[in-house]
């Protein structure tokens, strides 16, 4: 999945919602989508507890991430941090409900 979104041109949303990818897949899957021109990412009730994002890979055109029903941590609530506070960040959106 990781080589399709990399190559992929068209695609501006995705929902993974109920997909098992817990902590370190989220982690692969959004450093994968750092050129894609994804725009809004559903990745609710995936079993995601950490988050760890590297400020270089950064989606460069995210602006909608969905993490609601995710049992999120103190390093995971870190790593968000991080998503709003690069210069380049370009998320608008965060939901965090029911974590």
């Known amino acids: 999945m990781v080589q399709f979104l ?3 041109n068209n695609l501006i ?5 109920g997909n098992n990818l817990q902590s370190e897949g989220f982690n692969l899957l959004f450093r994968a989508l750092r050129d ?3 725009k809004k990412l559903n990745c609710n009730t ?10 270089n ?4 055109h995210l602006m909608s991430l969905d993490l609601d029903g995710n049992n999120i941590n103190a390093d995971g609530c870190r790593g ?5 506070q690069g210069a ?10 029911n974590w």
Request: a negative charge.
């Open 13 to 17: 949303t995705l929902d993974l919602h």
């Open 80 to 84: 968000l941090a991080k998503l709003l």
């Open 46 to 55: 995936c079993g995601i507890e950490s988050i760890e994002i590297d400020r």
């Open 88 to 97: 380049n960040a370009t998320l608008t959106t965060l939901r965090l409900e």
């Open 57 to 60: 890979n950064f989606p460069r």
């Open 6 to 8: 990399q190559n992929t």
């Open 36 to 38: 894609s021109p994804i």
